[in-house]
């Protein structure tokens, strides 16, 4: 999702999304405003109407009957702001997952991409324990390509991983196999 407007979330659930991530949340206020618009009352407002979700009302009442147990929510924490309100944050009702993203989390800090510095390592340790503390699925980006990343982040205990970008893989692999022409020719 692009933001967090009510308007939009229900239009991605309603087209037949299973869950959506939002991104920048800070607060319980802003964690709350996302299950309004993701949840069907008595948890949220969402608004009930036909849509692709439930087959256009062919399968209206299995979709009603589970919708708000299986719509999967996920907060992405990426601002101290949010690092400074996780208890908040994560005692809103009905949140699955919430996910670094590290890039807008250093950057709000001072420190952008400084993923090394103490205070960053400390902000990710603060978020993965808060999530294993109220039972919330613990995700992160690993925006290089590097297994062994994605592997140290799965032993410290993150569940949910994205792993690089379509263009920074491509990137790289393309940087090596010049580097390895250049080696041929000599260039």
């Known amino acids: 999702m692009a933001g967090n407007q009510y308007s ?27 299950i309004r618009s993701v949840k069907y009352p008595p948890i949220g407002e969402r608004g009930v109407g036909y849509g692709r979700s439930h087959g256009y009302g062919f399968d209206f009442e299995n979709y009603m009957e589970k919708a708000n147990d299986e719509t999967f929510v996920c907060v992405q924490i990426e601002h101290i702001k949010a690092v400074n309100n996780l208890d908040a944050i ?6 699955n997952a919430a996910f670094i993203g590290p890039y807008d989390l250093s950057a709000s800090m001072g420190i952008t991409a400084q993923f090394d510095h103490p205070d960053y390592i400390n902000a990710v340790d603060t978020i993965l324990n808060k999530c294993i503390e109220h039972g919330i699925i613990p995700g992160i980006h690993v925006v290089k390509p590097d297994p062994d990343e994605v592997k140290q982040k799965i032993e410290k205990g993150f569940k949910m991983i994205a792993y690089s970008l379509d263009i920074t893989m491509i990137g ?13 020719t000599k260039l």
């Open 172 to 184: 790289a692999s393309c940087r090596e196999g010049l580097a390895e022409i250049k080696k041929i």
């Open 8 to 34: 939009e979330t229900k239009r991605y659930l309603d087209a037949g999304a299973v869950g959506v991530i939002a991104p920048l949340i800070n607060t319980a206020e802003e964690a709350q405003e996302l």
């Open 90 to 95: 994560f005692s809103t009702k009905g949140i």
